[in-house]
T-cell receptor, first 113, second 113 residues
Framework: GAGVSQSPSNKVTEKGKDVELRCDPI?????LYWYRQSLGQGLEFLIY????????KSGLPSDRFSAERTGGSVSTLTIQRTQQEDSAVYLC???????????FGSGTRLTVV | DAKTTQPPSMDCAEGRAANLPCNHSTISGNEYVYWYRQIHSQGPQYIIH???NNETNEMASLIITEDRKSSTLILPHATLRDTAVYYC???????????????FGQGTTLQVK
C-alpha cells in the first residue's frame, strides 16, 4: 500500500486480557519498528525487525510483550495480561533504508480499563 | 538515553524562518543526524537527515557544523501548520543493514504564531 497501515485504530480492553495489534508495512520495506507513546510522553522504542535477522527486542518492557513478523511483511505486537500502564498509542514504522527515513503509521490507541 | 540535546520549546512568527538547534557532541563519525516532527495526534513525520554536508529538501534545510557536534534545522517560511514537536536524533549505527532503531528524546515544541 501507499503507507503503513495499523489496526485497530482504537482498542479498549479489560485489565488482564490479551491484545494483538497489527501493522502492515509499505511493500518492499525490509525494516519494521514498533514504538509506543504514553500520553504527553516521547516515543519509546520497543522492537525492530530487519529482513531475516533476529529481531532487536531490547526495548520490550516485560515478557508480557512479544512481536512477530511473518513472511517479512505483516507484524503483530501481542500484549498478554494487559495492565493499565500499558495504555498508550502504539506506533509502527517501516523503512527501506536509512537514506529514506521511517514512515510511521497512524498508530493504535490502546486503553486498558 | 537520547544522544542529543534540544531546547524544550520555541516560538516563531508566521512567515519567518524557524531555526531549531540541536547539540550532539558525542556523535560518531559514521552516525547520521535525523530530524522528525510530530503534529498533535499523528505519527512522526520524516523531515531530513545528513552526515557531514548541509542538506536541503522541499521541507527544510539542515546545517551541520564542521565538527559535527551540533546542527540546526531551518524551516524557511514557517506556517501555522508547522506547529509540532521536532525531534533531532542521532542514528544508532547498526552496521551493514543500512537501517536501525532511532531513539527519540523529548524534542522541541515549536509554536508558530
Amino acid at each position: 500500500g501507499a503507507g503503513v497501515s495499523q489496526s485497530p485504530s482504537n482498542k479498549v480492553t479489560e485489565k488482564g486480557k490479551d491484545v494483538e495489534l497489527r501493522c502492515d508495512p509499505i511493500s518492499g520495506h525490509t525494516a519494521l519498528y514498533w514504538y509506543r507513546q504514553s500520553l504527553g510522553q516521547g516515543l519509546e522504542f520497543l522492537i525492530y525487525f530487519q529482513g531475516n535477522s533476529a529481531p532487536d527486542k531490547s526495548g520490550l518492557p516485560s515478557d508480557r510483550f512479544s512481536a512477530e513478523r511473518t513472511g517479512g511483511s505483516v507484524s503483530t505486537l501481542t500484549i498478554q495480561r494487559t495492565q493499565q500502564e500499558d495504555s498508550a498509542v502504539y506506533l509502527c514504522a517501516s523503512e527501506r533504508g536509512q537514506e529514506h527515513g521511517y514512515t510511521f503509521g497512524s498508530g493504535t490507541r490502546l486503553t486498558v480499563v | 538515553d537520547a544522544k542529543t540535546t534540544q531546547p524544550p520549546s520555541m516560538d516563531c512568527a508566521e512567515g519567518r524562518a524557524a531555526n531549531l538547534p540541536c547539540n550532539h557532541s558525542t556523535i560518531s563519525g559514521n552516525e547520521y543526524v535525523y530530524w522528525y516532527r510530530q503534529i498533535h495526534s499523528q505519527g512522526p513525520q520524516y523531515i531530513i537527515h545528513g552526515l557531514k554536508n548541509n542538506e536541503t529538501n522541499e521541507m527544510a534545510s539542515l546545517i551541520i557544523t564542521e565538527d559535527r557536534k551540533s546542527s540546526t534545522l531551518i524551516l524557511p517560511h514557517a506556517t501555522l501548520r508547522d506547529t509540532a514537536v521536532y525531534y533531532c536524533i542521532v542514528r544508532v549505527d547498526e552496521g551493514s543493514s543500512n537501517t536501525g532503531k532511532l531513539i527519540f528524546g523529548q524534542g522541541t515544541t515549536l509554536q508558530v504564531k
